[in-house]
T-cell receptor, first 114, second 109 residues
């Protein structure tokens, strides 16, 4: 079964509103989680590293004020897309490493901004 | 800069026709080479992690191998349910994974 749970799996929102996506590690603690974005037929692009108890680390070109990350506990990280616009429509995926040998991904969230 | 290149971009096989997918990489200090399977509209599903040249891992019809420059994912006697995009990812000096663009595998019955 899934070891990383992400929801919602799909969300449609109006332009200008905010959307929150949750990522939970189910049977292990994750001090670090990662948030990716994937465009159609493209690979996963790392957006940011979520660190429990401290600020997230954002990749170059990713707006931290637009993509708010909160790592509230050792099993939960959230990504909030603020003031969403149609260009933010994409597939967002989280991942959590378990030990040094495995890295598991959530089911992904398809965001559509209309 | 750590880089991952996967080939081919797409591969069509007949059921039972074995083949291999390639993942070439450059890295300064390899911590791990990961293989994932991704179905449309889903998150990647973990398959294997390889750590050192010469290492091999198997799972059902899949076998992953690693050299100092590349990794192969061998698929033996594939079935239509093996159709998916297979992703290779590199872990270098940090916990971050650098992904290739993937190989889309289609297995026809």
């Amino acid at each position: 079964g899934a070891v990383v749970s992400q929801h919602p799996s799909r969300v449609i929102c109006k332009s200008g509103t905010s959307v929150k996506i949750e990522c939970r590690s189910l049977d292990f603690q994750a001090t670090t989680m990662f948030w990716y974005r994937q465009f159609p037929k493209q690979s996963l692009m790392l957006m940011a590293t979520s660190n429990e108890g401290s600020k997230a680390t954002y990749e170059q070109g990713v707006e931290k004020d637009k993509f708010l990350i909160n790592h509230a506990s050792l099993t939960l990280s959230t990504l909030t897309v603020t003031s969403a616009h149609p260009e933010d429509s994409s597939f967002y995926i989280c991942s959590a490493p378990r030990g040094y040998t495995e890295a598991f991904f959530g089911q992904g969230t398809r965001l559509t901004v209309v | 800069e750590d880089q991952v290149t996967q080939s081919p971009e797409a591969l069509r096989l007949q059921e039972g026709e074995s083949s291999s997918l390639n993942c070439s990489y450059t890295v300064s200090g390899l911590r791990g080479l990961f293989w994932y399977r991704q179905d449309p509209g889903k998150g990647p599903e973990f398959l294997f992690t390889l750590y050192s040249a010469g290492e091999e891992k198997e799972k059902e019809r899949l076998k992953a191998t690693l050299t100092k420059k590349e990794s192969f994912l061998h698929i033996t006697a594939p079935k239509p349910e093996d159709s998916a995009t297979y992703l290779c990812a590199l872990q270098g000096g940090s916990e971050k994974l650098v992904f290739g663009k993937g190989t889309k595998l289609t297995v026809n019955p």
